[in-house]
């Protein structure tokens, strides 16, 4: 079973949508490339939206568009960049951003502040590795391909203890019922796999 099948088995079947590969024609034109085709096989099976609440995603005729976020994303951390090589402060930044040559190219974020891209690192698209900006934090790569690291994500949400998302002082005010109560919301602890579509 490939990763894109285990993914789609742990989300469940997708909304049936009407799949054209002309929907990537501009943004592949833009960037000059064809992308990674599980990728672009979840997102036309799926379309744009939240996987567990937490990471955002965007299919070329989305209501927020991926060719319209990429260049603002692009954009926003190329200046970034520039401001960070001035100031001799390289380490976070070690890869430009599309259009540059062999510059990251933006898909999605999450809601604890990181970017998600991909790395042209392969002629083939389908050997691209990811590489997260990390909110504050630097960056971090992973070698894909893109199914393979929403299922991680989606796992690593999985497998946290019950009371993840609390501070431990918090935990100090709360009486058992209300930790059980806030479980059984699923406000805190662990995050079953959704997708919701936006």
Wanted: charged share 20%.
């Amino acid at each position: 079973m490939s990763s894109l099948d285990e993914l789609q088995a742990l989300l469940g079947a997708p909304a049936r949508r009407q799949a054209d590969p002309a929907d990537w024609d501009e943004v592949e034109g833009h960037i000059g490339s064809a992308l990674p085709g599980d990728f672009k096989g979840f997102l036309n099976a799926y379309g744009s939206g939240v996987l567990s609440g937490e990471l955002v995603v965007f299919h070329p005729l989305g209501s927020s568009p991926l060719l319209t976020r990429m260049r603002t994303t692009h954009q926003t951390f190329t200046e970034r960049r520039d401001r960070a090589l001035r100031s001799g402060d390289v380490e976070y930044f070690p890869y430009p951003f599309h259009p540059a040559p062999g510059g990251l190219i933006s898909w999605g974020y999450d809601y604890s502040g990181d970017e998600h891209f991909f790395l042209p690192c392969d002629p083939d698209p389908d050997g691209w590795q990811i590489v997260t900006m990390v909110h504050g934090e630097g960056y971090e790569t992973f070698d894909g391909p893109f199914s393979s690291f929403v299922l991680t994500f989606l796992r690593q949400l999985l497998d946290v203890d019950s009371y993840h998302g609390l501070a431990p002082e918090e935990l100090e005010f709360l009486e058992q019922e209300d930790l059980e109560e806030l479980v059984a919301n699923g406000e805190i602890g662990p995050v079953q796999p959704t997708f919701k579509p936006f």
